[in-house]
């Protein structure tokens, strides 16, 4: 089983999904992992979403180019390393699949078990799952210790974190080959070793979320003074310091003084406001209606996020000088 697999066994590669992070993370593979030569099969059950996944790759990889850190012979070898395919048969010699699908359990479960009858049985199964349960979704497998979470984030190309998730069964094999492979790709793997819902990413977004949306509710700030806070209060920390030195730099005895009279008069929602809900009947859903907490109904989103993904890259370069 997965123990007689070792990093340089990997070769072929089958990524399955080809939304909006398959592509990215098929890019991620065979442009940070040109030692391994890896061949990467890139599927979807939508002819649509492959012709789009081809357009979107040509820009993402002309964007990478104009960064300068790889040539454009390399990244033409890197381009030539992904195969679109429409038959999942072809995927029977892989070596590690990435299940790159919609977030439903019964999709991702229907997958697993489908895709076990057709790879060998030393073949590693990943899901991009950003929170359900790896064991659940696994469940249905034959070798469940084979099967693991790798939650990249979007971009892939650009974020360097990924959660590498355990299931209950997930072996220590199948962790520490995900986990060599993501860090041979430059990037910053961390293990989640319960599995549980959100895992850890985005349940501490989705504690910022709550507070957040506890504030709004009860008016005890605008949103244009929330961002400011966020942004230059603890947004500016935390690229250079870590949370857990932040914590010693004030002191255990402090930080514990502050909790215990702050916990107890913090949001403890078990579900969304209700105001989110209003916004949402109203058709105020963000930038894919033009209005959300913000207005962008005169705004190029398409060029601003351009312009925010090369910001957020030279902060990333800032940033690790501080590890
Ligand atoms: N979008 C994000 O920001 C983001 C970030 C991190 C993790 N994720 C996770 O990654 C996964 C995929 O998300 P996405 O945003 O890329 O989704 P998406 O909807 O953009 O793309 C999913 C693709 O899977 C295809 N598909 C559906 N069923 C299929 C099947 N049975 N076999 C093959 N292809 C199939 C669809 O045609 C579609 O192209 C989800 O689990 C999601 O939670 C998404």
């Given at each position: 089983?997965?123990?007689?697999m070792?990093l ?5 590669i089958g ?11 098929a ?6 992992g040109?030692?391994?030569?890896f061949?990467i099969?890139?599927f ?10 081809q ?7 002309a964007?990478?180019e ?7 012979e390399?990244l ?22 990435i ?8 999709l991702k ?14 073949a590693i ?5 950003s ?6 979704i ?6 469940p210790e084979?099967?693991i ?12 974190l990924v959660?590498?998730?355990?299931g209950?069964?997930?072996s220590d ?36 979320f ?17 961002e ?5 209060g603890l947004?500016l ?9 932040m914590?010693?730099?004030m002191g255990?005895?402090?930080?514990n003084n ?5 916990y ?6 078990t579900?969304p ?13 963000g ?7 913000h207005?962008?109904?005169s ?5 601003s996020?351009?312009?925010k ?9 800032m ?5």
């Amino acid at each position: 089983m997965v123990k007689e697999m070792d990093l340089n066994k990997i070769k072929n590669i089958g990524i399955i999904g080809a939304g909006v992070m398959g592509p990215g993370i098929a890019e991620v593979l065979a442009i940070f992992g040109s030692s391994f030569d890896f061949n990467i099969n890139l599927f979807d059950i939508s002819s649509e979403a492959i012709q789009n996944a081809q357009k979107r790759m040509e820009v993402d990889f002309a964007k990478v180019e104009s960064v300068g850190i790889f040539s454009s012979e390399d990244l033409q070898i890197a381009r030539e390393r992904i195969h679109f395919i429409s038959d999942l048969k072809d995927l029977k010699d892989s070596h590690l699949i990435i299940e790159v699908i919609p977030e439903k359990i019964d999709l991702k479960q229907n997958f697993f078990k489908k895709i076990e009858d057709i790879v060998p049985s030393t073949a590693i199964l990943a899901t991009n799952s950003s929170g359900l349960s790896i064991t659940e979704i696994t469940k249905v497998t034959r070798y469940p210790e084979r099967c693991i979470g790798t939650h990249f984030m979007n971009p892939p190309l650009l974020m360097p974190l990924v959660e590498v998730v355990m299931g209950a069964k997930t072996s220590d094999e199948t962790v520490s080959l995900m986990t060599d492979l993501l860090t041979n790709v430059n990037k910053r793997p961390v293990l989640v070793k319960k599995d549980i819902p959100g895992y850890v990413h985005n349940r501490l977004q989705a504690a910022i979320f709550r507070e957040l949306m506890y504030l709004v509710d009860n008016e005890v700030m605008d949103v244009d003074d929330l961002e400011t806070t966020v942004r230059y209060g603890l947004g500016l920390r935390l690229p250079v310091m870590k949370v857990f030195e932040m914590v010693d730099m004030m002191g255990l005895d402090t930080i514990n003084n502050v909790l215990s009279y702050l916990y107890p008069a913090l949001d403890r929602s078990t579900k969304p406001p209700e105001f989110l809900k209003d916004m949402i009947h109203k058709g105020t859903l963000g930038v894919k209606s033009g209005i959300g907490f913000h207005d962008y109904s005169s705004k190029d989103m398409t060029e601003s996020m351009k312009e925010k993904e090369a910001a957020t890259f030279q902060l990333l370069m800032m940033m690790q000088q501080y590890d």
